[in-house]
């Protein structure tokens, strides 16, 4: 997989701000004539050599010297002064006089670098020569003794003090955890006559190698004193700077969920993810060679430690000493110094009281090198100990997990099915669905009197689907209970058999296209009970009856099904089936306009829902109360009623279930509507363990505010991740093509804005004919319709005008239709509906001429109910009409402070410096804008990305795809996917006419090398 080019090859430094800015003043300070010293200590792979890299660069811009050396790993005595000899080796073939002059004035660096050709110092040097006739035996490196070591010192300060005086000299010396004493001793020497020079010194080191008696550790604490001196730790980066390191690495699309195990594994050291993410597309082997390098720091330890060791990799948690002492089969003695030992040499911390690994990856580096024998014996010792001793909450899990482990499956059956319910009562679905699944895994090889009293396979099944419904996955949510209706035989009662069709049903519901399946499986549940008694089944299964025929517009037989499936409930005494019977009731009453009945229901389901205990049916009870406010803009309580069922989700863990994520969905959207934008520095991302449909259903979410901040780089690859997502939910497909819209729009690509329009609106036909996003679709269209058809009118094609003209009609028609044929939720167009038509018919006046004015006026208004973005877009386009069409200036000078206003509120990027535009061109004052001032630079002209423009530069040289690839550090494939983006997105049928219309339109400058 050729995914990562390597640190250093392309890819830009991730965050570390506050580390460059800090080694930047101290290189400042170095040019004043303030000399220093930093010393960056950091783990193995967190980025040091990579800061050090850029500093040198940055110096060297500075017209500084830079002289880099290293240290290496030699364990028999190590080579003397290694990393002095290697930074000052490129002074002795200086090109610079000076420099070169400085060097050969000081025989006694022959000891560092024996092929300068050494003179005698002039009259009255600083720093005084050997004499010549030892010159010849001081050009072989010796050992420390026999080197006149104050000599070689002085002369190395005085080379760097003579050179500093010609241009700032930077010497970087990286490893030091690995430097000799003469290095150490030579650096100390530097270090302490440091004065007013213009030289910076950055040593770098492992912290986690310098353990209590390392020979570093006495140096370091002797040059932390000195006024010269800082010192600094390059941390790992946090979650967020991770995850853009890791999204920067990969030159593809990598799925959400690898991204978020990357991060999580490599704990935010930029090494260990890389060595992840080359590691396979799914990232979760431990690559070989990055094992091989985590073990080998543990190779100097002594046998107990390794010992103690091994038994905490198993654990896989932090350790308590006294499970050590059972476990690792040492002496109170032994395993205190084997514990002291790896805690000091920085690979065990205290956390606590407990131990646990420093890292996590060297936990499984350990446990990986484990024998079978080993393994299975460890954790056999420690599910004993679970045994004997209760453990508090967790405790199944941990009994279940060192069984399975040590192969004793009587024990761990039971305990999974324990710790799946302790998860279900701590609202943790997705650790239940993990349990669950390990045990069905497990069943077959438990015998039967093995088996817990009451339980069998069905019941798990069931127990699976319901978990994975409400955890984010329903696609495996219908897989079980697929499988469980599969499972059916004559032996099983009819109600138990209703509940399982009644199971595969509700599954059924999640996802998009699987309605019909659904009807007939609810069907086969109410055919199992329809002569039944009265009881709690029967009243949940008609109630789903009931919410599926609601769905295909059965609304008799809904109503039918929902009042008897009320009376059941309360003939038992089933609250929560009598919730789900009131909320379809409510619903109903929604869809025959009678808001107050409908409300007063579904208040009622959830408090019967809250008193039974039913949280799904809670949680939908809230959604729908809130939808019904939302139908009719009554914006406030419908925010509110979703952000308290938001915080529901997330308090009983149904954050990712089907009523948890849409309660998310639409709060965020209707957060967008009124312009109280959060941050969008997440977009696109979800939790772990949903499936793609539930995380591109939130993404998709993100995508309309992300265009509107300007974010067109990031809104162009979280819309390109959603689009095989287009066919598994319509919202989808309706927000990541409305947003796709908008973006080509904003960009200034007017023709492909009313191609994704098109494209997007016969999406839409696919699901359902005339459903109502159309109306906002086609009035996005109709807009890019108009702005296509104006543009070629200016430059004289009229051909292309006439073409985007019958776009535009075409898309104004679609909408018209999808009002007069739709069907509102309530019954009757509700106020955002009407406003998005209004916008579409004001879009569609400007298709042959400027706009009506007075159209845009009544859009306006239409959004007038809380869509605040959406009314200064319309305020704007108002301005504009009014201005070409030699109409009212102070009202259009008016609309654009107002949208002007809202643009720098929310930060719409692009619609502010449209209006700025505007502005300019009426030389209309603007608050905190000279209307004089050049326009502002944006990409709205420019639809490429950095790597694809980077792809097309190359093309345009006359390189293949193969050499590109080598040149950009990515794969041929990934080559030629950029290449059909780039053309696709220009118009192109070939390469050739790729670059000619990137050239064309200024994408491309003419090349000047060949």
Partial sequence: MHLVPRLGSGIPLIARTEEMRRLRTAFARAERGEAGAVLLAGDAGVGKTRLLTELGEFATERDAVVLTGRCIDVREGGLPYLPFAEALAPLAGAADEVVAAAVRARPALGRLLPQVELVPSPPGAEHVPVTSADAEPLRRVRTERDLGQLQLFD??????????????????????????????????????????????????????????????????????RLATVTRFELRPLGPADARAFVEALADEPVPPDVVATVVERSEGNPFFAEELMASGKDCTDLPAGLAEVLLARLETLSPDARRVLRAIAVASEPVAHAALVEVSGLGEFELDEALREAVQHHVLIIERGFYTFRHALLQEAVYGDLLPGERTRMHAAYAARIRSRPQGRGHDAKLAYHSLQSRDLVTALPALLRAMEEAEKLGAPGAALRHVEQALEIWDAVPPEGRPEGIDELRLLHEASYFAGTSGEPERAIAYARTAVQTLTGEIDAERAAKTWRRFAEALLAVEGTLDEAVEAIGRAWELVADAEPSGARAWVLATRASILRAIDRLDDSAWSARTALADARAVGTQGGEAAALIVLGTLADSAGDKEEARERLREAEQKARDAGALNAELRARYFQALSYEDQAELEPAIALYESATKQAEETGLNWSAYGLEVRARHLFLRYLIGDWPDTSGAGRTGRG??????????????????????????????????????????????????????????????????????????????????????RLGALGISAAAAQAAAARARSDEETAATAVAAGEALLLHVRQCVEHGHP?????????????????????????????????????????????????????????????????????????????????????PLRDAVREVARRARVDLPGFEPAAAPPQRDTAD???????????????????????????????????????????????????????????GLLTKPTVS
Wanted: charged letters at 25%.
């Fill in 155 to 224: 002369a190395v300060l005085g080379v760097l003090t003579e050179i500093a005086e010609h241009r700032p000299v930077v010497l970087l010396l990286e490893d030091l955890h690995w430097a000799d004493g003469s290095t150490r001793n030579l650096l100390s020497f530097l270090v302490s006559r440091l004065r007013a020079q213009r030289l910076l010194i950055v040593a770098s080191y492992r912290e986690e190698d310098v353990h209590r008696r390392h020979p570093l550790r006495a140096l370091l604490a002797e040059l932390v």
């Fill in 943 to 1001: 639809p490429l990305t950095d790597r694809e423009r980077a792809v097309l530069e190359r093309v345009a040289l006359g390189r293949t795809n193969r050499q590109v690839g080598a040149e950009l550090y990515i794969s041929e494939k990934t080559v030629s996917v950029h290449l059909s983006r780039v053309m696709a997105k220009l118009g192109a049928a070939r390469r050739a006419e790729a670059v000619a219309i990137a050239y064309d339109r």
């Fill in 825 to 909: 939720r309530a019954g009757t167009l509700g106020p955002e509906g009407r406003a998005w038509l209004a916008r579409a018919e004001a879009a569609a006046t400007g298709l042959r001429g400027p706009g009506d004015p007075a159209r845009w006026g009544e859009a306006i208004d239409a959004f007038g109910f809380g869509a605040v973005y959406e009314q200064a877009v319309c305020r704007w386009q108002q301005a504009k009409s009014l201005l070409a069409d030699s109409g009212d200036a102070e009202l259009a000078a008016e609309r654009l402070r107002e949208a002007h206003a809202v643009t720098e509120r929310l930060g719409a990027v």
């Fill in 690 to 775: 949903v499936s793609s449909a539930v995380a591109a259903r939130m993404a998709a979410a993100w995508a309309p505010l992300v265009v509107a901040r300007g974010q067109f780089a990031v809104a162009e690859k979280l819309i390109d991740s959603l689009r095989p997502q287009w066919r598994s939910d319509i919202q989808i497909s309706l927000a990541a093509g409305a947003a796709g819209v908008e973006l080509a729009c904003w960009r200034g690509d007017h023709a492909g804005a009313v191609r994704r329009a098109q494209e997007a609106v016969g999406w839409l036909e696919e699901f359902e004919p005339w459903l109502l996003g159309g109306i």
